[in-house]
C-alpha cells in the first residue's frame, strides 16, 4: 500500500513539473522564432512582433540599414548559437553567439518583454569582443 501511494505522489510532482516546464518551454521557443526571424532580414515578418517603443525607434529603413550594415562588417552569419537565456519578471534576456565571415566573434542581445503568454521583441543589442590593446614598449 505504502508503494502505490509512493508511485501516486512521485507520478503526480512529474505531471505537475512538466506541466510547469512546457509553458516556459512555449515562450522561449516563441522568442528564438522572434530571433531568428530578425536575423534573416524580413521587416513584415518581424515588425508585428516588436513592441510599440521598438518600432517607432526601429523602422523599416532603420532595419534596411542595419541589416545592410551587419552584411558588410559581418558578412555571411555562419553560426548562430542560443548561449545565454535569462528571465526576469517582467523581462527575458537570449544571448546569441554569432560567427561571420568577416568577424570571429560577437554576440547579439535579445530584450522581450511579456504580453500575457506572447513575448514582443523590446531591445536589441550587438556586442563585439574588445580589441586586444599592443604590448607597452619597454
Known amino acids: 500500500m505504502k508503494k502505490l501511494v ?7 510532482t512529474l505531471a505537475f513539473s512538466a506541466v ?3 509553458a516556459s518551454g512555449k515562450i522561449l521557443d516563441a522568442e528564438e522564432a522572434i530571433a531568428a526571424k530578425f536575423m534573416e532580414g524580413n521587416y513584415k515578418a518581424v515588425s508585428a ?4 517603443d521598438m518600432q517607432k525607434n526601429f523602422t523599416q529603413e532603420a532595419y534596411t540599414n542595419f541589416h545592410s550594415q551587419l552584411n558588410s562588417e559581418f558578412g555571411q552569419l555562419t553560426t548562430k548559437k542560443l548561449r545565454i537565456i535569462e528571465k526576469f519578471d517582467d523581462a527575458d534576456v537570449l544571448t546569441y553567439q554569432i560567427i561571420g565571415e568577416k568577424v570571429p566573434a560577437a ?10 503568454e506572447k513575448p514582443l521583441l523590446n531591445d536589441f543589442r550587438v ?7 599592443a604590448a607597452p614598449a619597454k
Do not use: D, H
Not at 556586442?127 to 590593446?133: H, I, Q, T, V, Y
Open 6 to 12: 509512493m508511485l501516486v505522489v512521485m507520478l503526480l
Open 20 to 22: 510547469c516546464s512546457a
Open 49 to 52: 512582433m516588436l513592441t510599440a
Open 107 to 116: 554576440r547579439f542581445v535579445f530584450i522581450f518583454v511579456l504580453n500575457g
Open 127 to 133: 556586442m563585439l569582443p574588445k580589441p586586444k590593446e
